[in-house]
Structure formats: structure tokens, C-alpha cells
């Protein structure tokens, strides 16, 4: 029975410190772990070397909406569907993997990482509870998160049709990138 507890704690340390480790604030250890607020807030200072930042998680569902949220969340929640679909990985081990999944795509696509993995986890949750869903793109038929309030039978996703302001910031990026060359 003491080894069991043993190992399970030391299994929660392993598991919070990957959390830490990912970005995640002190709520979702608090939500993923059976360790107290007290040796979670030791854990993170002795992780990060700074204490985790105080408050609420200020994260709303609509967060998820704008343009460029939208892709990266869609992108997270598709690796995710398909990690839960076709291996055991489940719960918070499962978030892991997919967000680590992600961030592999976003640097070997030399993308901007937009999605942070406390957002990750608030996307599973809005989904869980219904309050964001899935729905297919009518054109390339790719699946992207939505208002669940809010689903269209023709809904088009921000890939096939780019607003101008998202045109605008890539080439904006572009043009940044080419200065950072010139200047290189
Ligand atoms: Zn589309």
C-alpha cells in the first residue's frame, strides 16, 4: 500500500512538472493533479524559478474565433480527435501529446506558436462542455472549432476564405522577415 502511494505520487511530480515544463498555469495542475495548491506552487517556483502568476484564467470561448486562434486551436483539437481515436492515450496525457504534437507542426512549418497549452487545455474543456464544437469547412472540408450556438450548414473556414486583415498581417510578417534578411 506505501509503495503504491509512492509511485503514484511520484507518477503526479512527473506528470505536474511536464505541465510546468509546457507552459501550464497553476489551475490546470490544480485540475490535473491530486497534489495540494501548496506543493503545486513549490513545484512551479522550483521549475520556473518564479512563483506562477496569481488570478483567474482570463481565456473566454471567443478567443478561439478570431482568425488566426481559429487554425491554430482547430489544428490542436484535429491531432487531438485523432490521438483519442486511434491510440489509449486518454485525459490530460492525451492534451500532452497533442500539444507537443502541435508544437512540432508549428516549428517545422516555421509558424508563430499562438495557441499556449493552458489554452489548449481551456479548448478541451469549452468542447467538453459544449460550449465550442467541430464543424466541416463545405469547401476543403477540413474540421475547425465554431460556436456551437452558432453552427451553419455552409460554413467556409478561415483558410479557404482569408479575411483581408489576416492577407494583410502575413504580408506584414513577409515583409518583416525580408528586413530581418536584408539585415542579416
Ligand atoms: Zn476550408
Not at 485540475?31 to 512551479?44: N, P
Not at 474540421?143 to 456551437?148: C, E, L, V
Amino acid at each position: 500500500m506505501k509503495v503504491k502511494s509512492i509511485l503514484s505520487e511520484g507518477r503526479q511530480i512527473q506528470l505536474a512538472t511536464e505541465l510546468v515544463g509546457l507552459g501550464a498555469r497553476l489551475q490546470v495542475l490544480e485540475a490535473s493533479t491530486t497534489l495540494s495548491r501548496e506543493r503545486l506552487i513549490k513545484l512551479y517556483k522550483e521549475v520556473k524559478g518564479v512563483s506562477p502568476p496569481k488570478g483567474m484564467l482570463p481565456y473566454s470561448e471567443d478567443w478561439f474565433m478570431g482568425w488566426q486562434p481559429n487554425m491554430h486551436a482547430s489544428l490542436f483539437i484535429n491531432i487531438f480527435k485523432y490521438i483519442t481515436e486511434y491510440t489509449s492515450v486518454r485525459g490530460i496525457d492525451a492534451t500532452i501529446k497533442s500539444y507537443q504534437l502541435y508544437l512540432e507542426h508549428v516549428e517545422a512549418s516555421n509558424l508563430q506558436r499562438i495557441l499556449s497549452f493552458t489554452r489548449a487545455w481551456t479548448l478541451n474543456r469549452f468542447i467538453d462542455s459544449k460550449v465550442l464544437t467541430m464543424t466541416a469547412c463545405v469547401e476543403c472540408k477540413g474540421h475547425f472549432i465554431a460556436h456551437s450556438l452558432d453552427i451553419q450548414s455552409n460554413h467556409v473556414c478561415g483558410l479557404c476564405h482569408v479575411p483581408s486583415r489576416a492577407g494583410k498581417t502575413k504580408q506584414a510578417a513577409l515583409e518583416a522577415k525580408a528586413r530581418e534578411q536584408c539585415a542579416a
